[in-house]
């Protein structure tokens, strides 16, 4: 048993840590937010030369090992920062059913384009009647001449609009929930037939709603066997899972840290409102939230790390994310309203903090849906 | 006792059935329906078609232009309203100022301003709040100076709801800082016009500027425009907030969301093949929201009937506040569950009128996250809640 | 609309609250506790003479007209003192029973015997297996010779051991969940066969299990028709419902003030802990959820008095008994908090009020159980 | 960062195991398994087996007859006590008045006292809380009034958990009335059967008395049984207040009690035909609290690790106990759920050892209520978790 950093992980924490401070103030991410590619670019240059990029990949594969605890210090901070540069969606989420599925050629070209920072990936599987089950595909593959034609639409694409490439999840075979018969292709953003629609997230992120009509692609573009893409695509979504837990995570330190801050300063009645007793035992209370919440997402990550078997892992993982979700409920309400008014501003963090943690919430399944999955696991 | 309306009662409340649909205009129907935000015409046309009815003022004497109901009246015709989806008129002039006119100020004050309230020909903000008062409304330190016969006032009020189309606005404004903060408050009406004031909209986090900074500098403001007497302003005011707040429970409103949110899980799937109108657990929390309104309900109708009875309102409203603001936000929660990834993009533009870029998603889901940010305005504003449960301590339980 | 009291339900109240203050301290009531018959027959025959017994009773069968607002009225200050009589068990369940299904033979000989306090009943129908369905009977009944004959064991049955004559359901067609073949029958509690095991309650009350074995039954014992008593039961406990929900009503206002006065006078760090913030807040929730169920139980009520429908009865019951349900572990848990250990002691009210509440919570289905059954209506 | 043991650890986890099972006498897990009361014998008898073992006081340090374990293997050894559900030793000499004496106790006290508490040949008592002190402890007022040799007590204690099985008890005792509260409180050891000294049981709602008053009428305690010096008692008791509390989460008991549940579930039918496992909401709330027992586990690993690698024990301490037992009364409110009517029967002699009555239903449905009343003490003793509130606002959160 040892739940101390090693040192990659110390160097990752400090690494984040000093690059928020001097580069990542609120003002400097409601510009990026602003801007038309809505995230840095040459952020994301350093976070290749930073080795960041490379963090979600096994050692073979050029990374880091790829440890999920690896990435829950490291992304923890990114949720203290209210990052906005697609670390998810390119990095974890494409980059391991990229890992997964890829074949030598494949992952030769993807994997160190992805860690080099010269590659931004997204993966489109969920659809309008999908809700929180990713193998709800009703987007079709079938073989014409000597093409595979692509048919469908995808939502909340996260990062679809900026990405070099898409993921595609499509059904080669069966009825729209099975788990057999879903393939990943690999499909260039700009192919024809692919009409992206991009937006900003409430949290500040960007997204896509993908149209894909009669999408030609060629049996190379298929990442793994026809059909057997969605063990790969669960997989990648768990580690994603613990990845956006641990952001959550940080994002509600800071909510915490904040509101304790304010109630520091903020005077009522001649007093500062952190002396009011209910406050201060609402406050006790969200510590309590953040402290239960860092600890079940330690728990998933070292069960990713550790546990060989898949129903496990994902039964951690929906406890966390179930655990993680109650605990973004409540701190952030109590974040917004110990603020008062001031909270609910476009112009104070906090406001921000709060919508950052709503939308992790909803990312991969929100608290309850995760509960009611780990009841029934 | 009984809750069932009697036949006058039951014919009443079919005649605001029928007006409402045949007068409640379409494309407001429309809007209210889909989530678009009402403008100022939109509100103002709605106001004036109540008004010409005779229905602009349920709350006022007959004497002024009140609609001369009894309580149960009032009830139904909120009732009636909510349900329907349209919209109470703007409260800031019609329940906030007017009754402390019709009560402390001046017979002139009375036939100049309150004529204009009833038919909605001026429209009214509220100058309480300040940067630094928060729930301590008292130590507001906005000063009105008496020279000649003008009050010349400086200072900046807060969190002014719509003070961007107001044409007046009224104010608590300090006017002796030697006595006790309570005792050097007085209450003056300006004119949004008169030269010094500034208005600094405040965006919220749903995207929306619906509340205002309001700027005071050197603005000159006669004297007459004073109501009742200097000093106290906090004696008026605070007749004002523990005045009767119709509807402050939101029960109607309520039943309406809850009616839309049935509608909604049976409209979405729950992505294993069913919907989520099939999910018991989400069933469970949809029950508790019913329950909840139900017993919200009937403490509302519990404060009618001691108000029909002659009895004075009392902490009770601290409880309809506290609880339907509550319910609201959890309604808000239930939604977002429904909403999920469809709650996310963030385009607060497409619920403004005239939009005419492409909608993504339908206004339900997509104003879910919005409307969840936004309402969490509900248990902080008029009152917070924590103010609530201090007036509870204090006046009910005697801590 | 008229949230008034009637005259008669003024008075009620009146004489209730004179009754307690005169005749019903806590010293009492634990003496009639620990007494060998478990309540005050004394008390009883008051009872019946200042009418009580005859409120849920219409005025054709002599009663004070039947009104569930008038029961809510009376058994709210009975819950205040937390009374031992059965009321529930003889006058309101067992009595709605008889005056739905009985003969007028039948009812001739129980009502007035009821109202005039020299009877006492119990109903029978919960068993080990039926958890809150009360229709879940095995209990049998069949012909033998000229006699029925009944075998079964009832648990929970309030009142059971005092009771002169049983009202035993039981089953003489169909599957064990079936609304059809259930019957009533009047059994004497010293009829051969029925074997007693009464216990107190946590809550001070008396109850006992029944075991029966064989009894034998005539045809007149029945009440109503064969097979067709699961209407009247239904009914019968829907009435008891809101009654007993009253008493918690009653109750949990007897926690909320005993709470607020010991705030006042019990000192902590020098100051009465009603002083402190996260207390006082706590204490104006606890008002708030008396409130709420006060106000929910009314509205079940009227709906037992006005609705003509049987579901929309049932689910505005469940309504009620769910709200006051939650109301009951809050504002419960809460008195006992805020007393600290004072409060867990039996020589203190406050205790017996907690266990008073809780027991009734359970009595006739808990909150979770009413929050499900309404969800599904 | 993993939370895999060692190889050794898995080995001693096994030995632990092993011992269990071979050595926690058969008729003691019957009990526990039946939630029948253990007595003074029963605790003694296994505590004397633990003691035989040499695992009496994994807390202590070896040279006193610790067993020099490591923290990992002090928690390995806690949670498989835990899951067997063989009880732990009784607190009050081993880990309350063992580590005052270690720490500031003088060598003869060391000899006299120790040995006699780790082979569990003298049961202690704790003498902290008093009538009207509740979990304002340093305002005790029972008094310890110097007398040449001896000090004269007088005054009461109260929640004198298995007082009347003691033999000696621990007090705090104020020595000096003109100084700051908590200057002024001495630390003393009195022998139970002096003169003056009289236990009042305290009955509890689930009608045990597992607690008692205490009563000291000019009870007369030898000088040399005070604890390092006089007026420096509060001092030695914070100490002990902050110490580690070991297995104050109580996660392996949890765990068990959980598995219990999902049993009792699995057997408690539904009332429609089939089982309580098959609820979706209980299966939720279930569900919800495994959750939050991982969320617990966790977070006392941390601590763990924290004090593993020699860091002291801070405010964490405060989350365990505040969540601990909240998990605690949860899952006694799951049971009685579950338990129903079964539950309701009072009958408190059918849990005590020898009962020869009729037992009215199966022990864990019988005993639902009793445990739910019961537990209502686990957030009130042993620090309020009020007062465990206030520690984090303000030890942590700096208010």
């Given amino acids: 048993m040892d739940f101390s950093y090693t040192e990659v992980q110390q160097m990752l924490q400090d690494q984040v840590q000093k690059f928020v401070q001097k580069s990542y103030d609120f003002d400097t991410r409601s510009k990026l937010i602003a801007s038309e590619a809505g995230y840095s670019k040459e952020f994301w240059q350093l976070f290749a030369e930073l080795g960041w990029l490379a ?53 030769t070209g993807l994997v160190s384009s992805i860690i080099g920072g010269e590659l931004q990936l997204a993966s489109a599987y969920a659809e309008a009647q999908s809700r929180y089950n990713p193998l709800n595909i009703q987007t079709s593959a079938s073989g014409e001449d000597d093409a595979i034609v692509i048919s469908g639409t995808k939502i909340a694409v996260e990062n679809g609009a900026n990405a070099d490439k898409l993921i595609i999840f499509a059904r080669e075979q069966g009825k729209s929930t099975d788990k057999a018969g879903i393939s990943a292709f690999l499909v260039d953003a700009k192919a024809e037939g692919v009409t992206l629609r991009g937006y900003t997230t409430v949290d500040g992120k960007r997204a896509a709603e ?21 063990d790969a695509l669960l997989r990648a979504i768990d580690k994603a899972t613990v990845g956006v837990s641990a952001e959550a ?67 951690a993982v929906s406890a966390a994310k179930s655990r993680v979700g109650k605990a973004i409920h409540k701190v952030g309400q109590e974040a917004i309203q110990i603020h008062g008014g001031i909270g609910m501003t476009d112009e104070l963090d906090v406001g921000h903090l709060f919508k950052r943690v709503t939308a992790l919430d909803i990312q991969f399944g929100d608290g309850e849906f995760h509960t009611e999955r780990y009841a029934a696991l | 006792m009984n809750a069932d309306f009697t036949a006058e009662e039951l014919d009443f409340q079919q005649e605001v059935r029928t007006f409402l649909q045949e007068e409640f205009p379409a494309d407001l129907k429309h809007k209210v329906d889909n989530n678009i935000r009402l403008t100022k015409d939109d509100m103002v046309r709605w106001q004036k078609i109540l008004y010409k009815k005779g229905w602009a003022a349920p709350t006022w004497p007959e004497e002024h232009g009140g609609t001369g109901w009894s309580h149960t009246q009032r009830h139904i015709f ?36 309150l004529p204009d309230i009833l038919a909605s020909n001026v429209w009214w903000c509220q100058g309480y709040s300040e940067p630094n008062a928060g729930s301590d409304l008292a130590s507001l330190k906005t000063t009105a100076v008496r020279d000649g016969d003008e009050y010349v006032v400086n200072g900046a009020k807060t969190w002014n709801t719509l003070g961007q189309y107001a044409d007046w606005i009224f104010c608590l404004v300090r006017t002796d800082n030697t006595v006790k903060k309570q005792e050097g ?12 004031i500034s208005v600094k909209p405040i965006v919220l986090i749903d995207g929306f500027a619906e509340v205002n900074e309001v700027f005071f500098d050197d603005v000159r403001v006669p004297a007459e425009n004073l109501i009742g007497e200097e000093n106290k302003g906090w004696t008026y005011a605070k007749v004002l907030l523990t005045h009767e707040r119709t509807n402050i429970a939101g029960v109607a409103r309520a039943k309406r969301r809850l009616n839309a949110l049935r509608k909604l899980a049976a409209e979405s799937p729950d992505g294993y093949g069913n919907t989520m109108s099939e999910n018991s657990m989400f069933k469970k929390r949809l029950a508790e929201c019913e329950i909840e309104l139900q017993a919200l309900e009937y403490s509302e109708l519990r404060t009618l009937a001691a108000l029909s009875v002659g009895n004075a309102p009392g902490p009770e409203s601290s409880i309809l506040k506290i609880v339907g603001t509550e319910l609201a936000q959890k309604i808000d929660e239930l939604v977002l569950e429904l909403s999920g990834y469809h709650s996310l993009p963030y385009v607060p533009d497409q619920f403004e009128d005239g939009f005419e870029g492409d909608r993504i998603g339908p206004g339900t889901t997509a104003a879910a996250a919005l409307n ?28």
Same sequence: chains 1, 3.
């Fill in chain 1, 55 to 107: 963090v979600p990949f096994s050692e073979e594969d050029g990374g880091l090992g790829g440890s999920a605890v690896d990435l829950m210090v490291m992304m923890e901070e990114f949720g203290k920062a209210m990052l906005v540069e697609p670390y998810t969606a390119t990095a974890v989420l494409s980059g391991s059913i990229v890992a997964e599925l890829g074949d030598e050629t494949q992952k």
């Fill in chain 1, 210 to 230: 993908i149209e894909l009509e009669q999408v030609r692609v060629g049996d190379t573009d298929r990442l793994g066997a026809p059909g057997e893409a969605a």
């Fill in chain 1, 249 to 315: 995570v940080g994002a509600l330190e800071s909510l915490l840290h904040k509101t304790v801050e304010y109630s520091k300063t903020r005077k009522q009645f001649g007093t500062p409102i952190g002396t009011f007793q209910a406050l201060q035992h609402r406050m006790a209370d969200m510590f309590i939230e953040c402290q239960l919440a860092r600890s079940i997402v330690m728990m998933a990550a070292m069960s990713i790390d550790s546990q060989d078997d898949d129903a496990e892992k994902t039964k």
């Fill in chain 2, 78 to 113: 909120a009732t009636e309203m909510g349900l329907y989806g349209a919209p109470e008129p703007i409260p800031f002039g019609m329940k906030m100022v007017a009754p402390v006119i019709m009560a402390y100020g001046s017979e002139e004050q009375k036939q100049r301003f």
């Fill in chain 2, 185 to 196: 408050i007085s209450f003056l009406l300006i004119d949004m016009k008169s030269p010094g």
């Fill in chain 2, 372 to 399: 969840y940010f936004n309402n969490r305005k509900l248990s902080i504003f008029g009152g917070s809640n924590e103010i609530q449960r201090n007036i509870i301590c204090k006046a009910v339980l005697g801590l």
